[in-house]
């Protein structure tokens, strides 16, 4: 079963990140993960990217063992639309 991931929106200020794997089936798993930083506060990139596919591979393994689990993913709510004007009545 081919997992795949998604990593959330981050800066350079951030210390974590949520990260999404999502199965073959649609069925996803979240984690936050630690974003690693040089000493001049920049991102260590390359770091990172080790990071990522060490949790991928963990993940996969988990999967494996029943250690882990895949749940729907949350519906993404329809934006909240003004209510229709009211007339206003006159007597």
Same mark, same amino acid.
């Given at each position: 079963? #081919?997992? &795949?991931? &998604?990593? #959330?929106?981050?800066?350079? /200020? @951030?210390?974590?990140? /949520?990260?999404?794997?999502?199965?073959? =089936?649609?069925?996803? +798993? %979240?984690?936050?993960?630690?974003? $690693? +930083?040089? =000493? @001049?506060?920049?991102? !260590?990139? !390359?770091?990172?990217?080790?990071?990522? /596919?060490?949790?991928?591979?963990?993940?996969?393994? %988990?999967?494996?063992?029943? #250690?882990?689990?895949?749940?729907?993913?949350? $519906? &993404?709510? =329809?934006?909240?639309?003004? $209510?229709?004007?009211?007339?206003? #009545?006159?007597?």
């Amino acid at each position: 079963m #081919a997992i &795949t991931y &998604t990593v #959330a929106e981050y800066t350079a /200020e @951030d210390r974590t990140v /949520e990260v999404t794997f999502e199965n073959s =089936e649609g069925l996803i +798993h %979240k984690r936050t993960i630690n974003i $690693p +930083h040089n =000493e @001049d506060g920049t991102i !260590d990139e !390359d770091y990172f990217q080790e990071i990522l /596919e060490g949790q991928l591979r963990g993940v996969e393994n %988990k999967l494996r063992v029943g #250690a882990v689990t895949f749940t729907e993913p949350e $519906p &993404t709510p =329809e934006p909240l639309t003004p $209510p229709e004007p009211v007339g206003i #009545a006159t007597t």
